[in-house]
């Protein structure tokens, strides 16, 4: 795994967590459109189970969005440790604001009020003292 990869394991995660939640939105609105066409009257066992179905796929995606936000935590945690192992702090600054905060880099040059190219400059020299540091690619 090189460097990169390893720094985006969070951001990653959390545009996961977005399509999930987004899942979850879906099906909620198509099972409140099913048991609205209820109305009481006795059925074939079609629409009920369609209820059903439903109601396991969100309660399936729900449990899949509790772990992938766990996940997410543990992995944020860690890869905040290890940018706040590197001695630099405007190295620090970037590494948090680019795979943490996931910001663009007009964004970060703004915040650290240097110019873009700068950033990308110091975020090169960021990547290569971790993987100095930690051995990876």
């Known amino acids: 795994m090189t460097v990169k990869e390893y720094l985006n394991q969070?951001?990653?995660l959390n545009k996961?967590?977005?399509?999930?939640?987004?899942?979850?939105?879906?099906v909620s609105a198509?099972?409140?459109?099913v048991t609205a066409e209820l109305d009481g009257m006795p059925?074939?066992?079609?629409?009920?189970?369609?209820?059903?179905?439903?109601?396991?796929?969100?309660a399936d995606l729900k449990?899949?969005?509790?772990?992938?936000?766990?996940?997410?935590?543990?992995t944020k945690a860690r890869i905040m440790h290890?940018?706040?192992s590197v001695d630099n702090e405007d190295y620090q600054?970037?590494?948090m604001l680019r795979y943490v905060e996931d910001m663009h880099w007009q964004q970060i040059a703004d915040e650290m009020y240097y110019t873009r190219?700068?950033?990308?400059?110091?975020?090169?020299?960021?990547?290569?003292?971790?993987?100095?540091?930690?051995?990876?690619?």
């Open 43 to 58: 059925h074939g066992t079609g629409l009920s189970d369609k209820v059903g179905e439903l109601a396991t796929t969100l």
């Open 117 to 137: 190219r700068w950033v990308t400059t110091l975020h090169g020299r960021a990547l290569e003292y971790l993987r100095n540091k930690t051995g990876m690619d």
């Open 10 to 12: 969070y951001l990653i």
């Open 30 to 33: 198509e099972m409140e459109r």
């Open 93 to 95: 600054q970037i590494l």
């Open 16 to 26: 996961r967590i977005q399509l999930l939640d987004q899942q979850i939105e879906e």
């Open 63 to 74: 449990w899949d969005l509790t772990d992938m936000r766990a996940e997410a935590w543990k």
């Open 82 to 84: 290890t940018i706040l």
